[in-house]
Structure formats: C-alpha cells, structure tokens
C-alpha cells in the first residue's frame, strides 16, 4: 500500500500530471518541456525529480542532453498506464499536446535537412545493391521464424530496422552512436505510434546492458549495415552475443566482399564487405552457432557505371547454451 501512495503523491500534482501525459507521447529533453508547459527549467526539472525517484519516469543522457520517458516496467508502469487511462483532457493538456505537435514538426525539419544534405551519396549506394525491400523482405522473414520479446538493433541509424520488425516484437531498444542519427530514429518511431521501441547513444563495443541470462537479455540482435564502419567488427559481435538469452539469435546484415574503393575513400567504409569464412570466425569466438546464410543478388543494369555492384548477406547464428564471452 506504501508503494501505490508514493505513486500517487508524486503524480498528484497539476504540473506533474501534464508532464506525465506529454511523456507517455514521446521521449523529450527539458528544454522541449519546458517549451511545452511554459514553465522555468528549474520547476521541470524539480517536477522531474520527484517523478524519476518514485519510478515513474526514466532519465537517460545522450551526448550533452539528457531525454526523460515513462517507466517501462514494473508497479510504476503499471500504476501510470491505469492513472494515465483516467479522462485526464482538459484545455491545458490540449494546449501541451498541441505544442508538443510543433516541437515534433521542428525534430521532422531537421531530419529532413539532414537527408536532404546527405541523400545523393546514400542513393548512390541504394543504386549499387539489391532492391530494399528484398532484403528487408528476408529480414523480417528469417526474424520472425520464432517469436521475439526483446530486440535489439545495434547501430540502430534511422531507426528503419525498429519500424519494419516493430509490428513483431514485444519490446525493441536501438543503439547508435550518433545523436544526430537518433533524432531522425527517435522522430520515426514517435510518428508511427511505436511506443514499445526505443532508441538509445552507446557504445557498440560496451553495451549499457547486463550479461543475459536465461531470463534476461535480448531474444534477437541485429547489425544492419552496420558493421563495415567498425574498426572491430569481431568485437561488437561478441558483446552482441553477451546480451542475447541461450537460444536468442544474431543476425548480420552486410555486403559480400567487393573492390568499389570509392566506398572507403569517400564514404568511411572501413571494411569492403565480409566473407562467410570471416563472419563464421566471429560466432565461434562469440560462442554462437551459425544457422543459416543467404545472398540477395544487386539489381541489373549499373546507374553508376564503372563502380560495379553489391552483393547483400544476410547470416544468422544462434547462442548456445554456453555463456558467451565479454568483450574486452
């Protein structure tokens, strides 16, 4: 009974409880609050103190900003989504979603500046291997072979691999060490309701996650065109592997070995693709089994002449039951 009156003095005030419902709508810094409530940083910030110490928000830094979000487990989750299903509308909290409308215009604005600045060279890339929705078709086949409670897409960029698999997992979290990256990310799944799936800066070598056990972890990871950045791609896989449950699968999504230098040179690839006999190497050392690898052609005809074509895999492995190795 304790627990519930804590919930309930925190959420029982009138700023608190706007907070509350503009945060279970979107992950917002202070500043973009602050913009929504029209109050001083120095109030949101007090009002989001006592919400996080009762458990009913969560507050996590990214670069120099730090994003607020609801509780996503436990009597604090539950108590908010029963408080919160409350016919709570008034003119203020229409008044809040209303400017929280134009502070998701302003994240769309940038997001499109960015693509805008950066479209001709990922197009040129599009042109060179096989058609998307190929390879997202196979993605999402060969994923959801078996059920998926938990996800995570390491080096999630865009956000795209959460919006495709979204409709299938329970829970999905997306990793980036881009904060730009997961603005975009952030914008995309705000905009399609998917509030189960999350997106988070870290570190692909040091993940923010406990080793799994067979009730923790990930029930799937996933590199999507992610690892040719990578000074080690070796070692990202293995840590991958430390948070997947025994039997969660990992699935590489990369390009077969090529020669398009230019990829290198121009566009900060620093590996020109993977070999079966390299990716194999990495699950033995992450103590994972490999299941199954597959090969989508490029599509005919070259839009760039001269630079050739690429060839997209897709490999997936399974954890055994064997603890995997951390990596160091």
Not at 231 to 246: S, T
Request: hydrophobic content about 45%; proline content about 4%; overall charge neutral.
């Amino acid at each position: 009974m304790e627990a519930v009156l804590a919930l309930l003095r925190a959420a029982g005030d009138a700023s608190r409880l706007r907070l509350l419902c503009i945060l279970r709508e979107a992950e917002l810094t202070v500043t973009e609050l602050t913009q929504i409530v029209g109050q001083s940083q120095p109030r949101v910030s007090r009002h989001l103190k006592v919400l996080c110490e009762a458990g009913l928000l969560e507050r996590f830094k990214e670069g120099s900003w730090v994003f607020y979000r609801m509780a996503e487990a436990g009597l604090p989750h539950e108590f908010a989504k029963a408080f919160l299903s409350l016919p709570l509308e008034d003119e203020v909290i229409a008044a809040d979603r209303g400017r929280l409308a134009s502070v998701r215009q302003a994240r769309a604005a940038q997001a499109a500046e960015f693509f805008k600045a950066n479209a001709p060279e990922w197009e040129r890339i599009r042109s060179l291997h096989a058609p998307e929705q190929n390879v997202e078709a196979a993605v999402v086949s060969a994923l959801t072979e078996s059920p998926i409670e938990s996800l995570l897409d390491a080096g999630t960029g865009t956000g795209r691999m959460l919006e495709l698999l979204g409709p299938h997992i329970r829970r999905g979290i997306g990793i980036d060490v881009s904060a730009e990256m997961l603005s975009i990310a952030r914008d995309r799944l705000e905009r399609i309701g998917a509030h189960h799936c999350q997106v988070r800066l870290g570190d692909l070598y040091r993940l923010p996650f406990r080793s799994a056990s067979a009730e923790l972890g990930f029930d799937a990871a996933l590199f999507h065109q992610v690892l040719h950045y990578l000074d080690d791609p070796q070692a990202a896989v293995i840590e991958a592997a430390r948070v997947l449950k025994p039997g969660g699968r990992l699935m590489l999504v990369d390009f077969a070995p090529h020669e398009l230098e230019f990829l290198r040179t121009e566009l900060a690839h620093r590996r020109l693709g993977f070999s079966d006999r390299e990716v194999e190497a990495w699950f033995a050392a992450a103590k994972l089994k490999p299941v199954s690898s597959l090969a989508i052609a490029p599509s005919k005809g070259a839009a760039h002449p001269g630079e050739g074509k690429l060839t997209v895999k897709i490999w997936t492995a399974v954890r055994t039951s064997a603890r995997a190795q951390v990596a160091a």
